[in-house]
């Protein structure tokens, strides 16, 4: 990903007392969360996540943040500080430990126990990890932490205050102010208002939804819509959400209990997750309800509650091949009801609606937040935003975790509260923050692009490779095959063309045969004997006639063989 400020060149060298932020990830954008600290040469890292791909990332299964403009400085590491369990604050964080394997890892105890599986997943062994709650105060080198209760829609979220010799930072990580929260844990406003009072130098504060008015429901509201739906429901009923929103499936696993229904979980996540988040105390999973996914289909379908992975859409999620009638057990039958229990990651809309789809085409009932309140936002509103501003009262701010629209929106909230125009910075990935003096300033950029992950390929994949497969999935592509006489320099077989995804059969071509053997003679007898070259020259005939006849744009290999 190109940078949109080219009028920015690398900052120079951090002054002594100077705090810097680097952002790698999550500022434009929802997802790929990484902040890092700067500060007496020192660094701290906040978050380390994936952001998912979209259609115009054909083949890539996760993008994580750039570690180039810290990777010759990772031996400066203090420590990784993780805000809270979903992946695009944690998802990348087997990658980092890859480069260096003692970071030591600082989060709740949930965030840690989900890594910890996901680590071992990716066969690393544990590194050195701090379980903190709130209100625990630790020191890493220069950096002096102290962690703050928020509530979010996974457990166990945190805060995490900043301090150094250059003041104080209060980075919110994701959070909102549900004031009757499922697990009773509410965002600590008194510490908020605490670390106002001794003074907050730069607020970093999630931006996600500071572009919608008032206040965001409370998870509570949503028991009795989905004890409605259990209620009409005559059949089987499956229950899709993120496999880390212990809140949603406590709430399915109380409404199953009620209804007399069975429950099993569906996806290896989700399996994966709810384990340990169960072992942990954090679900509690009502006697007699939960049972194997298998088992669950010796019951009758007005028994049977399935709880899945793929509430985005995700092609190979349990929910998407479930949609598409190929899954193992699950097969969907008139009458079930599909419940979407998820918001809509932007940019995975048409994954969605296409699963959505292929459901309905099935007889099954799908409720969704479009239709019905089964799912409210993790993420705290303007009016919410504006409390925050309030009582911490920041020198200044940097909104977080968002679009720039999202960013834009937060910044206008601050200046609303009073804080001067100067004292709000909008930046995105790559744009250096420094804070001195009190005073936070745009210092620079450094090159920060999306690293793709492509099966085992980690950042071997570039946008140009992305570009071939767009046009190959879009275009398809046309082979030309030539043999010329190295003596002579005419065609001596050929040319043999074949195409692939471009809709016409091989006899299409005929009418471009005598052109291509043309141009290559023409070329020869100019003195012309590269085949590289050569190969540009059949490349420029096809493409010219594909384009004027055809009005496409396929990829075009030609080979020229010498004989």
């Not at 701090?130 to 996974?154: M, T, Y």
């Not at 509570?220 to 899709?240: C, E, M, W, Y």
């Not at 053997?517 to 100019?526: F, K």
Request: with cysteine; charged share 25%.
């Amino acid at each position: 990903m190109s940078h949109p400020h080219p009028e920015l060149s690398t900052p120079g060298e951090l002054p002594k007392g100077g705090l810097r932020i680097i952002p790698l990830g999550g500022l434009g954008e929802i997802g790929r969360n990484m902040t890092v600290f700067e500060y007496d040469d020192r660094l701290l890292i906040v978050d380390c996540g994936v952001l998912f791909p979209e259609e115009n990332h054909p083949g890539v299964d996760l993008i994580l943040p750039d570690f180039d403009p810290i990777r010759d400085r990772l031996d400066k590491v203090e420590a990784l500080v993780l805000t809270h369990g979903h992946e695009d604050h944690i998802g990348a964080t087997p990658y980092l430990l890859r480069e260096r394997g003692n970071i030591p890892l600082v989060g709740s105890e949930l965030t840690l126990a989900l890594l910890g599986a996901k680590l071992r997943e990716h066969r690393l062994r544990e590194t050195v990890h701090h379980v903190v709650k709130e209100g625990d105060r630790i020191s890493f080198g220069p950096f002096d932490l102290e962690f703050v209760a928020v509530n979010h829609s996974i457990p166990d979220a945190l805060a995490v205050a900043i301090r150094t010799g250059a003041g104080m930072v209060l980075h919110t990580g994701d959070f909102k102010m549900d004031q009757l929260p499922l697990d009773g844990r509410i965002t600590d406003l008194r510490a908020f208002a605490r670390l106002g009072e001794e003074g907050v130098d730069l607020f970093m504060t999630d931006s996600t939804n500071a572009d919608v008015p008032g206040f965001t429901t409370s998870e509570k509201n949503i028991a009795p819509v989905l004890d409605g739906v259990f209620h009409t429901s005559k059949q089987r009923i499956i229950v899709a959400c993120f496999a880390s929103h212990v809140h949603r499936v406590q709430q399915i696993l109380d409404t199953a209990a009620a209804h007399k229904r069975k429950a099993a979980y569906v996806g290896r996540s989700m399996v994966r997750n709810m384990a340990v988040a169960r072992d942990l105390g954090y679900l509690k999973v009502p006697p007699g309800t939960l049972v194997d996914a298998k088992e669950l289909a010796d019951l009758a379908p007005e028994r049977q509650v399935l709880i899945s992975t793929g509430s985005q859409g995700e092609p190979l999620s349990a929910l998407s091949r479930i949609a598409q009638r190929n899954h193992n057990f699950v097969h969907i039958e008139e009458g079930d009801t599909v419940i979407l229990a998820s918001s809509l990651i932007p940019g995975n809309e048409n994954a969605v609606y296409r699963v959505i789809n292929g459901l309905s085409r099935w007889g099954a009932n799908v409720v969704h937040k479009g239709n019905a309140l089964v799912h409210v936002s993790g993420h705290a509103s303007a009016g919410e935003l504006l409390y925050c501003y309030n009582i911490v009262k920041p020198r200044n701010v940097l909104p977080i975790h968002g679009e720039i629209r999202h960013m834009r929106a937060n910044a206008d909230l601050a200046k609303a509260t009073g804080i001067p125009a100067d004292r709000v910075v909008i930046a995105e990935d790559g744009v250096v923050v420094d804070l001195i003096k009190g005073i936070a300033r745009i210092a620079g950029k450094v090159d920060c692009g999306y690293v793709f992950v492509d099966g085992s390929s980690v950042g071997d994949i570039t946008e140009s490779d992305l570009k071939d497969r767009r046009i190959l999935g879009e275009e398809g592509f046309i082979s030309v095959i030539v043999v010329m006489d190295s003596a002579t320099g005419k065609v001596s077989s050929g040319p043999e063309i074949h195409a692939r995804g471009f809709a016409e059969d091989d006899s299409t071509f005929e009418a471009i045969k005598q052109p291509i053997v043309d141009a290559l003679q023409r070329a020869a007898a100019e003195g012309v004997d590269d085949t590289y070259q050569l190969q540009q020259t059949i490349r420029r005939v096809v493409g010219r006639w594909v384009s004027s006849t055809h009005r496409r744009r396929p990829m075009i290999i030609p080979v020229v063989i010498g004989a």
